[in-house]
């Protein structure tokens, strides 16, 4: 099993802006901890909070889609209900709509959607809202470099 940990944010926004992710891989034999630990951040210089939220996800499952194997389930924790209720809910009828709103508007972030869509197509993926700021160690990690990151670009 594979714990994905993912967050994405600006200052301003749009403005100068950061993602971060945290890998932990259990093993299958022991629930004593973790059998390792990677992780990974990028930025941009103008774009916005749910475009670096996207970012994150989609690095992260880039990161992971080689070493997947078979069933293998990947667990996305995400602060990000736009992220979680986006690709579990919302793509659904985005995708029929041929990638147009209730509105009839374009869907933002459409590219990111589409290349998100395409990557957990091929995972077992189980998709986890869990609350930003609220002392989660690896969600805490992952805000920590998102805001180093913006901060190296400022």
């Not at 989660?136 to 190296?152: M, W």
């Amino acid at each position: 099993m594979i714990h994905v940990y993912t967050d994405g944010g600006c200052s301003g926004n749009p403005g100068p802006g950061g993602w971060a992710y945290v890998i932990i891989r259990n093993s299958a034999q022991s629930a004593a901890g973790p059998l390792s630990q990677a992780e990974n951040c990028g930025s941009e210089i103008s774009t916005t909070n749910n475009r670096m939220e996207l970012k994150a996800v989609i690095a992260a499952l880039e990161a992971v889609s080689p070493e997947v194997s078979g069933a293998e389930e990947v667990i996305v924790h995400t602060d990000s209900q736009y992220v979680q209720k986006g690709i579990t809910e919302w793509i659904h009828t985005w995708k029929r709509n041929a990638w147009r709103t209730s509105d009839k508007k374009p869907v933002k972030n459409q590219d990111l959607w589409m290349q998100l869509d395409a990557l957990a197509a091929g995972l077992s993926v189980t998709w986890v809202w869990v609350k930003g700021h609220a002392g989660h160690e690896y969600n805490e990690r992952c805000d920590f470099l998102v805001k180093k990151t913006i901060a190296s670009l400022q």
